[in-house]
């Protein structure tokens, strides 16, 4: 006489799977990218061509970052602490340096006449294997040095910080530093191979 074997009750498996599926989704923690908030320029028209744009070299700022994450700025090492200061002085060009970039007056409606560096450039250029972290902490010094510098003119024209002024104030401020960083395709600089 054969025996029949009892069959496991399984209706409330997929409860079960269900409240763990719940139970790990709100217990896990996700792993949220750093990356930069950059607004695009719109793209040409089908019917328009680029237009080659001449700079002359005391307009551009270049920043390069080699494999090992080192800073090479204009030419000579620096460290990623200097570069927003570095950035701003060449920005501003205060004292109008004739290796800096040149400045130009325009009037502005809230600011008046302004004798700022209208075409300067910042080229930020970086090796194949530049860890992620060094790129994001360069761009975050440059960006910071814009910052300050619109901070600082805000103060000195309206008594109030950027965030605080009015949409056309915030507009002219904007034009005088216009935040201008230029990236390079990533190339072999050197390093470890």
């Known amino acids: 006489m054969s025996r029949k074997l009892n069959e496991i009750n399984s209706s409330s498996m997929a409860d079960i799977s269900f409240l ?14 750093t990356g930069l908030m950059r607004r695009l320029p719109p793209p040409l028209p ?11 070299k005391r307009n ?13 700025v204009q030419g000579e090492e620096m460290n990623i602490h200097d570069l927003k200061a570095k ?13 800096l970039p040149e400045k130009f007056a325009e009037e502005f409606p809230t600011l008046g006449v302004v004798e700022y560096t209208r075409d300067h450039v910042i080229s930020v250029q ?6 992620y972290q060094a ?18 003119l805000s103060s000195l024209k309206f008594g109030k910080k950027f965030d ?6 915030q507009k002219d401020v904007q034009t005088v530093y216009s935040q201008k960083i230029s990236e390079a395709e990533p190339k072999n600089y050197g390093g470890t191979d």
């Open 126 to 131: 970086n090796d194949v294997d530049t860890q």
């Open 46 to 56: 089908p019917d328009q061509k680029p237009q080659d744009v001449d700079i002359k």
């Open 164 to 169: 605080d002024l009015d949409e056309k104030q």
């Open 20 to 33: 763990l599926l719940i139970f790990f989704l709100v217990t896990t923690s996700m792993n949220v990218s």
């Open 60 to 72: 551009i700022f270049v920043v390069k970052i080699n494999s090992l994450n080192q800073l090479l």
């Open 87 to 99: 950035a701003k002085e060449f920005v501003k060009n205060e004292a109008n340096d004739a290796n």
């Open 135 to 152: 790129y994001i902490d360069v761009q975050n010094e440059l960006v910071a040095a814009y910052n300050e510098l619109r901070n600082e």
